[in-house]
């Protein structure tokens, strides 16, 4: 799970951990996301799209081990820009496993904006600069819970907002 939980929890499989805690539903994203149709191309078993049901549209959903009957089975680098021609943005809860998120990022966000939940200290790590240079947003979260009845996190989470047509600064918001 996080850098500091040592053999504390076993890694799940797929690196599969449900959106459980809505703290994660901080209001400088919320109002960024309001009103959209987005796509989750890693739906796990909802959990991201239950939290966001009465602020935007999932439109479109699938993963590449859908815990849940009747989602789509699907890679996330396989979508393409005709999967998504009603979807305004991507939003999800990758994997964090290196050799699984590198190809979403190198993906996702040249189909459309693309909102990810990771942790916090991704963006100082040498290997995420150059997607830094495509991030637009990061809100900062703090940390969240990822297994019920378990103790929060020990990474700090955030939103960051990957946009190939992104140009300039990073906006950083901190928590309120």
Not at 64 to 81: C, E, F, K, M
Not at 107 to 131: C, E, K, V
Not at 135 to 156: D, E, H, L, Q
Request: charge should be neutral.
């Amino acid at each position: 799970m996080g850098k500091r939980d040592g053999n504390k929890f076993e890694r799940n499989n797929k690196d599969l951990y449900p959106t459980i805690d809505p703290s994660c539903m901080v209001e400088p994203f919320v109002s960024r996301v309001r009103g959209m149709k987005y796509a989750e191309p890693c739906w796990g078993n909802g959990d991201l799209e239950d939290m966001l049901m009465d602020v935007a549209t999932c439109v479109w959903r699938s993963d590449i081990s859908p815990q849940q009957p009747n989602i789509p089975v699907r890679d996330a680098t396989t979508l393409n820009i005709d999967d998504l021609q009603e979807v305004d943005v991507i939003v999800s809860n990758p994997p964090y496993h290196w050799p699984m998120l590198k190809p979403l990022l190198d993906h996702l966000p040249t189909l459309r904006p693309t909102w990810l939940l990771l942790p916090a200290d991704y963006m100082h790590n040498i290997r995420m600069g150059p997607y830094m240079e495509k991030c637009s947003t990061v809100i900062a979260i703090g940390r969240m819970y990822w297994m019920p009845n378990k103790v929060k996190g020990v990474s700090n989470m955030a939103w960051y907002c990957f946009n190939k047509w992104h140009i300039g600064q990073t906006e950083f918001i901190g928590r309120g």
